[in-house]
């Protein structure tokens, strides 16, 4: 297992913010990192992939970036919809694939 | 369109067993290897299994090591999870996922769950 700091793990912010949410690897995952959003009993989604890839069909308000042991998911410009559960995941060891404990972002 | 539905949860008593279904659509199953992540109520996301695209290689978090089992039927575009003597904390929503995997020709890659389903919530009680 390669356990993952995620900070902070509550956020609330304003509409057309700039948010910021960190995660820290226990160890180097070159950028082996993905980024979901998940909102009340909904599947998780994914927004980020190899830590700054913009998944298809995301909005590009979001943004990855990082290396290493070091990762942020930045939201420019908050809008309402972006209220959610974010997670970090790893996947640099093909024999587990574990996420961050989440953040929540609450809207104001 | 691409879709992957979960069935088979329930409510079963601490020590049965339970068989979880994930039903893929719209895209070439046997490409891809699959996943289940968890999720128990209130609490962040948990990896549990990954079986390769084969089926040939499968892999466990130690919290479910000797107690699940994951296998698939290609001709059926089906993954399952074989959950056995379940416990309280196994309580969860159960998800399956589509693992994207692109491999470069100097050995880097990219990979992320790029389609979920819907999850199966197992409820162990007594």
């Known amino acids: 297992d390669i356990p993952l700091i995620q900070s902070p793990s509550f956020l609330s912010a304003s509409v057309g913010d700039r948010v910021t949410i960190t995660c820290r690897a226990s160890?180097?995952?070159?950028?082996?990192l993905a980024w979901y959003q998940q909102k009340p009993g909904k599947a998780p989604e994914l927004l980020i992939y190899?830590?700054?890839a913009l998944q298809g069909g995301v909005p590009s308000r979001f943004s990855g970036s990082g290396s290493g042991t070091d990762f942020t998911l930045t939201i420019s410009g908050l809008q309402p919809e972006d209220s959610a559960t974010y997670y970090c995941q790893q996947l640099s060891n093909y024999r587990v694939y574990n996420f961050g404990q989440g953040t929540k972002l609450e809207i104001k | 369109q691409v879709q992957i539905v979960e069935s088979g949860g329930g409510v079963v008593q601490p020590g049965t067993s339970l068989r979880l279904s994930c039903a893929a659509s719209?895209?070439?199953?046997?490409?891809?290897?699959m996943h289940w992540v968890r999720q128990a109520p209130g609490k962040g996301l948990e990896w549990v299994a990954v079986v390769s695209f084969d089926g040939k290689n499968n892999f466990y978090a130690d919290s479910v090591k000797g107690r699940f089992t994951v296998s698939r039927d290609n001709s059926k575009n089906a993954v399952y999870l074989h959950v056995n003597s379940l416990r309280p904390e196994d309580t969860a929503v159960y998800y399956c996922?589509?693992?994207?995997?692109?491999?470069?020709?100097?050995?880097?890659?990219?990979?992320?769950?790029?389609?979920w389903g819907q999850g199966t919530l197992v409820t162990v009680s007594s």
């Open positions: 190899e830590a700054s």
């Open positions: 996922a589509r693992f994207e995997f692109r491999s470069h020709k100097d050995n880097s890659y990219q990979a992320a769950f790029d389609v």
């Open positions: 160890q180097g995952i070159s950028t082996h």
């Open positions: 719209g895209f070439t199953f046997s490409s891809y290897a």
